[in-house]
Each structure stands twice: as C-alpha cells, then as structure tokens.
C-alpha cells in the first residue's frame, strides 16, 4: 500500500528521474548500445529503459489518480508503482556511471603517463 502522501511524493520525484535520463542518454543511447559487447546487457538495459520510461509515466498518472482522489494506492498498482520506480531508478544510475565512465576515459586519455602514475594506488 502506498499513501497518499507517498504517493504525492512519487508523482513529483519520478518526473525529475525521467528528465535525468532524458537528458543522460540525448547523445549516447546509440553510443550505449553499440558499445555493450554481451548481447544480454544491451537486451537488459533497454527492457529495463522501456519499463522504466514508459512504466514510470504510467506511474505517475496512478499516483496523480490517487493524490486528486484521495485514497491510498493498493495491490496491483502499488506493485506497479514500485517495479517501475526501481527500473527507472537502475535505468538512471546506470546512465549516469556510463556517462562518468566516458568522462573519465576522455580526462585518462588527454593526461600524460606521469600525470596518471600520481593517481596509482
């Protein structure tokens, strides 16, 4: 069961959650997919994009539902409101650490060897 101020409470986090990702992968979704070499990571991280994007928006109407009527969220749809918020939630981390993956990689890749040899442990 979800209250109604948890649902109050999803229905604003979930849409900054959506403009992350938005903003994460507007360049890098193409990139992202061509460079995952297993085929079941490319397979996963795209159902858990779709379940996550699409899910999440659905989610949010539920929650919208349930603030404006004033009844908590029960059963399926609180189920539905966590499995979505979870995907979107991995969905995000993992374009975010992409993204910083990247980043690190082009910083790594413009400094000179003795510079990296400094943060060597």
Do not use: H, N, Y
Not at 3 to 11: E, K, W
Not at 23 to 44: H, N
Not at 50 to 60: D, Q, T, W
């Amino acid at each position: 069961m979800i209250s109604t101020d948890g649902a109050a409470l999803i229905a604003g986090v979930i849409p900054v959650g959506l403009l992350v990702l938005v903003l994460e992968l507007r360049r890098t979704l193409l990139t992202l997919a061509i460079e995952f070499r297993f085929l079941w990571i490319r397979i996963v991280f795209v159902l858990l994009l779709f379940v996550g994007g699409l899910g999440s928006s659905v989610a949010v109407l539920i929650c919208v539902i349930s603030v404006s009527s004033g009844e908590a969220i029960r059963g399926f749809f609180a189920g539905f409101v966590l499995i979505t918020g979870f995907a979107l939630a991995s969905t995000v981390g993992g374009a975010i650490a992409f993204a910083i993956g990247r980043m690190t990689a082009v910083i790594l890749a413009r400094a000179s060897d003795e510079e990296i040899r400094k943060f060597d442990l």
